[in-house]
């Protein structure tokens, strides 16, 4: 994983980049699917990801 850039509890909203991973000397960003709250974040700079590994949670915001 090469960034994080959101933390537990951050309000996001949809396509806001949430981590960035590299893979075979190409970088992906994965970002938000819809606006919300991170509700857990297991994911840290450095460290390998592994197959299956949920990275972030994100709790869909409600309707107003």
Not at 2 to 12: L, N
Not at 25 to 44: Q, R
């Amino acid at each position: 994983m090469t960034s994080v850039e959101v933390s537990e509890g951050q309000s996001v909203t949809k396509g806001q980049k949430l981590v960035t991973l590299e893979a075979m000397k190409m970088e992906h960003a994965l970002t938000a699917p819809f606006d919300g709250t991170v509700a857990a974040l297991d994911a840290s700079e450095g460290r390998q990801v592994v197959d299956g590994h949920i990275l972030v949670r994100i709790d869909r915001a409600e309707a107003a």
